[in-house]
């Protein structure tokens, strides 16, 4: 399995604060992404990222923020965080080289509720 | 991004082969089609992919026809654990953003 690990895994937090989930790679890869899995709606992107400091939205950006000051890592903030914000969120990487770069590799997850 | 149309949902038995068919009428010249599979609880996992004709490897096979305006994901044989959800993709050349629908949701059952 590609390294890729999420912190925190679960978290339960108030509307409100902010919070930053952690996306860590041991591959290199170049390419990292951020989705939310939610009921009804299937994986939607919410930011990706193409190189270190390179970023650029999904579908579903307002309301987050990323960052990536390094390869290895890509943080999602949610800056104020709103019950509609409660899912599941996947990270994936990609080496983003020819057809190859179509294949994402996904973390564990990281439950997040809202309350 | 090419439009991509599958079934919701399909049931099959244990030794059954199990075919998806995903419609993608308005896809591009470069575009490359993608599948990959969920299971419950966990982030998706690619399963294929190709360009034309026919794809095989030791999960599943891909039949893309010659128009390339649908794609089949065949997987021989199915057992319990194959029960998942199943998303169709089509992938634009060099472009690495994936939009993943609703998939369909196969059952197999004992």
């Known amino acids: 399995d590609a390294g890729i690990t999420q912190s925190p895994r679960h978290k339960v937090t108030e509307t409100g604060t902010p919070v930053t989930l952690r996306c860590h790679q041991t591959?290199?890869?170049?390419?990292m992404y951020w989705y939310r899995q939610d009921p009804g709606h299937g994986l939607r992107l919410i930011h990706y990222s193409y190189g270190v400091k390179d970023t650029d939205k999904g579908e579903v950006s307002d309301g987050y923020s990323v960052s990536r000051s390094k390869t290895e890592d890509f943080l999602l903030t949610l800056e104020s965080a709103t019950s509609s914000q409660t899912s599941v969120y996947f990270c994936?990487?990609?080496?983003?080289?020819?057809?190859?770069?179509?294949?994402?590799?996904f973390g564990p997850g990281t439950r997040l509720t809202v309350t | 991004l090419a439009k991509t149309t599958q079934p919701i949902s399909m049931d099959s038995y244990e030794g059954q082969e199990v075919n998806i068919t995903c419609s993608h009428n308005?896809?591009?010249?470069?575009?490359?089609i993608t599948w990959y599979q969920q299971f419950p609880s966990q982030g998706p996992r690619f399963i294929i992919q190709g360009y034309k004709t026919k794809v095989t490897n030791e999960v599943a096979s891909l039949f893309i026809p010659a128009d390339r305006k649908s794609s089949t994901l065949s997987l021989p044989r199915v057992s319990l654990s194959d029960t998942a959800v199943y998303y169709c993709?089509?992938?634009?050349?060099?472009?690495?953003?994936?939009?993943f629908g609703a998939g369909t949701t196969v059952t197999v059952r004992a």
């Open positions: 308005n896809i591009a010249t470069n575009d490359y």
């Open positions: 993709l089509v992938a634009p050349f060099n472009d690495y953003k994936l939009s």
């Open positions: 994936a990487i990609s080496d983003g080289q020819g057809h190859d770069g179509y294949e994402q590799y």
């Open positions: 591959e290199n890869h170049r390419y």
